[in-house]
């Protein structure tokens, strides 16, 4: 067992169900496909030899489709709550309460983090309790921690464009030391996704560029 587990936050992506604000202009198969390509190119990262982890998948779905979409190199651990807050706090806490001194939660919708990017985060924890990757929405696109903290995410709204700041705000009451990666894109909306594209942060993430390629929103090679 590793000292760190790196979590997938993920739902097995059905149409009409998966990345709904990217219908318009996709089709909601095409949406599906986006989130099966963005799920795939988070998952090859979280494996990274660079990377030195556990490797989990916090699901909703039929899992057998989940554990076909990750592999094998993944375990599966069902996410439980009503609300997204609710979920995240009880990932950390199962993962927590299994051993790990290490818990980062990473979005299973945002490709543009690449390895370099999550190699950070796990050095960084060598020197906070808390480490926060921000999303240009207000958001995060992960959450690293050390401690096991569930007022981190309890009772945030995470449709919001202050989740980041709310989340920081927390970690100031609970005087916990945290550190801030640099801003990358969410990818809720095909405007982002192409803003994402143009800045070079989805260079590394070859299933999303076949799936834009393939719908003509990418340049062929």
């Known amino acids: 067992m590793n000292e760190t587990a790196v979590a997938l936050i993920a739902k ?20 599906a496909d986006f989130a099966r390509a963005f799920l795939l ?27 076909t979409l990750v592999g094998n190199d993944f375990r599966l ?11 995240l ?24 983090v690449d390895v370099p990017y999550l190699v950070s985060a796990l050095e960084l924890l060598d020197d906070n309790d808390v480490v926060l990757g921000p999303a240009n929405d207000g958001g995060y696109v992960l959450l690293a921690q050390r401690v096991c903290e ?9 449709s919001t464009s202050s989740v980041a700041e709310e989340t920081i705000e927390r970690a100031d009451a609970l005087d916990l030391r945290y ?14 996704l192409l803003d994402a594209f143009s800045d070079g942060q989805l260079d590394h993430a070859t299933n999303t560029l076949n799936v834009m390629r393939n719908m003509n929103l990418a340049p062929t090679q």
């Open 12 to 31: 097995v992506p059905e149409p009409g169900k998966a990345k709904t604000r990217f219908s318009p202009p996709c089709t909601p198969h095409e949406a």
């Open 41 to 67: 190119d988070c998952a090859a990262v979280v494996t990274s030899a660079s990377v030195d982890c556990d490797a989990w998948c916090a699901y909703l779905g039929e899992p057998d489709a989940m554990q």
């Open 77 to 87: 651990l069902e996410q439980r709550g009503n609300n997204l807050d609710d979920r």
């Open 89 to 112: 706090a009880h990932v950390a806490d199962d993962l927590f309460a299994m051993g790990y001194e290490r818990v980062v939660l990473l979005g299973a919708d945002c490709p543009t």
């Open 150 to 158: 569930p007022s981190l995410y309890a009772g945030i709204q995470m």
């Open 179 to 192: 550190e801030l990666l640099h801003t990358l894109h969410d990818l809720d909306t095909v405007d982002e």
